[in-house]
């Protein structure tokens, strides 16, 4: 016998054709209940200035996201996702986890007794008041074969965040749905996907890889060694893979004063001060090349950039970045956001 569909029930389905449809439609289109916004690439940025952030943020939570390796993933909007069940989310994540183990999930992270999953707001991250609370995933488990009184241990941890996110995007989007497009991962990639599972089922969301594509990673040279005067680079790493046969990579590494030197040529006179532009991000690239050349006959353009790293932090075309100062963290983020909207078909 069919019986009428509970109004909040088919409301709920209407809504989540939102996300679903979102998950195959153009890539810097993002459609909404009757609008539709499309996602420019950036041409400039603002200049990257130092900023203790443990005043906005709580210190113990600040240590846990540097000096720590993370796996980047595009997250579409989540649907009916609450701040204030939150406690609600962790025991449910727990109990899915031990679940798919006790199906013979495999997890690689050994013979774990049991999971316990924290979920909690890193207040203080959101650079506007679009941007939403970011939010930080703790996984951690005991050994079969532990004592009593040892303790759990972090396995994995997961970080959804949106720094600085496009604000005509995030304005059209239905009150439904939060917005938190990047995620970031440390652990186990057999948790990754559990967690992932989860989320989706939970959230009604999609998920898909970040590879910083070579444009990024020359962006994330030039804002770090523009960061050098008032915190020391040491150095500017960067790498690149030359399509021969076999195919060659290439390290290049340049001194702080150097490269600071060269990046200070690059900024053009006619330029705004607090703000950086592609072609003095591009005219400082080039000028690598250019000096690369001339001492090895060896042209980097034909190439593809790879990998850039300092003291401040490292970033690979794979999808892998390392924050090793909390000092300019917001910047990294807010380019990794960009980057996670504009992979992402909304």
């Given amino acids: 016998m069919k019986t009428p569909l509970n109004k909040a029930l088919a409301q709920r389905r ?71 069940m939150l406690k609600t989310y962790s025991k449910e994540l727990s109990a899915f986890l031990v679940s798919e ?16 999953v924290n979920i909690s707001v890193v207040l ?27 303790a759990q241990k972090v396995v ?13 995007y995030l ?3 239905p009150p439904e749905f939060v917005s938190l497009p990047l995620l970031c991962t440390s652990g186990p990639e057999s948790l990754s996907a559990l967690v992932k599972s989860w989320l989706k089922k939970t959230f ?7 590879c910083i594509t070579s444009t990024n990673l020359q962006w994330l040279a030039a804002l770090w060694t523009g960061c050098h005067p008032t915190k020391n680079i040491q150095y500017l790493k960067l790498a690149w893979t030359i399509p021969t046969q076999p195919p060659m ?38 000028g690598l090349q250019t000096h690369f050349f ?14 850039v790293s300092t003291a401040l932090g490292s970033a690979h075309h794979s999808g892998k970045i390392k924050i090793t100062s909390p000092d300019y963290m917001t910047t990294v983020l807010q380019l990794l956001t960009e980057c996670a909207l504009l992979k992402m078909p909304i």
């Fill in 14 to 84: 209407s809504k989540r054709r939102y996300s679903r449809r979102s998950c195959g439609e153009g890539t810097y289109l993002g459609y909404t209940s009757g609008r539709q916004t499309v996602l420019k690439i950036p041409t400039s940025r603002k200049k990257p200035k130092s900023r203790d952030i443990t005043n906005q943020v709580d210190p113990d939570q600040v240590a846990l996201l540097v000096k720590k390796e993370w796996h980047l993933s595009y997250v579409t909007p989540l649907y009916q996702f609450r701040y204030t």
């Fill in 171 to 173: 304005r059209s989007l």
């Fill in 249 to 286: 990579d290439v390290t290049y590494k340049v001194n702080p004063q150097d490269v600071w030197k060269l990046w200070d040529s690059a900024r053009l006179d006619d330029g705004a001060e607090d703000s950086i532009n592609i072609e003095e991000v591009n005219s400082f690239i080039r």
């Fill in 156 to 168: 994995w941890s997961g970080l959804l965040t949106c720094i600085n996110g496009d604000v005509d």
């Fill in 204 to 210: 009604d969301c999609c998920f898909g890889p970040i």
């Fill in 294 to 307: 001339r001492h090895f006959r060896l042209d980097l353009s034909a190439g593809s950039l790879m990998r």
């Fill in 124 to 150: 203080g991250l959101a650079e506007t008041n679009q941007d939403a609370e970011t939010i930080y995933i703790q996984i951690l488990s005991k050994q079969v074969f532990a004592a009593k009184d040892e």
């Fill in 101 to 116: 183990k006790q199906q013979g999930q495999t997890i690689e992270t050994g013979q774990e007794l049991c999971f316990k």
